[in-house]
């Protein structure tokens, strides 16, 4: 299970309506409950209806759903430069404010930053080119795990040439981004966990 998955199973969404700013109003948590949605104003009449169930929220005025992670985000504004929700933010604040860790989310965590770093061309120590690789081949492993029996006793070959392919990636040569990228891009389809 992963971070976001433990988050919307763990933290209830009326505990963060409780804690919002300003609170969010709600009558009860034992059944569904229409409530004002928090995010468009007022309503005459409710038009957010809150599902325990699901942990979710949805607005039929607004036409949006939210999940405990994407109400966060929205709730406290957090927002990239695309106009996206950061739900990267939402997702630590969450996990730290109810101590929820995974360690597959650690990576992916750093992976992320080394990718926007490599966006930007401001990776240039030997250290960061090695967690890079690292963590591609951590992912490209994930996905062999995932795979049932006979696809990865089928796939073995393509699996082992994977490996002796990546030994032939060098992290000191002025290709080593566009190699990096081409031998997981190539990985990913031989791997590929919905392959028959």
Same mark, same amino acid.
């Given at each position: 299970?992963?971070?976001?998955?433990?988050?919307?199973?763990?933290?209830?969404?009326?505990?963060?309506?409780?804690?919002?700013?300003?609170?969010?109003?709600?009558?009860?948590?034992?059944?569904?409950?229409?409530?004002?949605?928090?995010?468009?104003?007022?309503?005459?009449?409710?038009?957010?209806?809150?599902?325990?169930?699901? /942990?979710?929220?949805?607005?039929?005025?607004?036409?949006?759903?939210?999940?405990?992670?994407?109400?966060?985000?929205?709730?406290?504004?957090?927002?990239?430069?695309?106009?996206?929700?950061?739900?990267?933010?939402?997702?630590?604040?969450?996990?730290?404010?109810?101590?929820?860790?995974?360690?597959?989310?650690?990576?992916?965590?750093?992976?992320?930053?080394?990718?926007? $770093?490599?966006?930007?061309? /401001?990776?240039?120590?030997?250290?960061?080119?090695?967690?890079?690789?690292?963590?591609?081949?951590?992912?490209?492993?994930? $996905?062999?795990?995932?795979?049932? $029996?006979? /696809?990865?006793?089928?796939?073995?070959?393509?699996?082992?040439?994977?490996?002796?392919?990546?030994?032939?990636?060098?992290?000191?040569?002025?290709?080593?981004?566009?190699?990096?990228?081409?031998?997981?891009?190539?990985?990913?389809? $031989?791997?590929?966990?919905?392959?028959?």
């Amino acid at each position: 299970m992963n971070l976001i998955d433990r988050i919307n199973e763990e933290v209830s969404i009326y505990d963060l309506f409780d804690i919002a700013d300003p609170p969010v109003k709600y009558l009860t948590r034992a059944k569904p409950c229409q409530i004002s949605c928090p995010f468009h104003g007022q309503d005459t009449h409710p038009s957010a209806r809150v599902y325990p169930d699901t /942990n979710s929220l949805r607005c039929f005025y607004c036409s949006k759903s939210w999940n405990p992670v994407t109400f966060w985000a929205e709730d406290n504004n957090w927002y990239r430069d695309n106009d996206k929700l950061d739900l990267g933010r939402a997702i630590d604040d969450l996990a730290s404010r109810y101590d929820i860790t995974v360690n597959t989310f650690d990576w992916q965590k750093k992976f992320y930053a080394l990718q926007k $770093k490599d966006t930007e061309r /401001n990776i240039v120590s030997q250290e960061e080119r090695r967690d890079l690789r690292d963590y591609y081949t951590w992912e490209v492993s994930n $996905k062999l795990s995932r795979m049932d $029996k006979s /696809n990865r006793l089928s796939a073995r070959n393509d699996v082992l040439a994977l490996w002796l392919d990546l030994e032939k990636v060098s992290l000191e040569s002025e290709t080593w981004e566009e190699d990096l990228k081409n031998w997981y891009g190539n990985a990913k389809i $031989k791997v590929d966990v919905e392959k028959p």
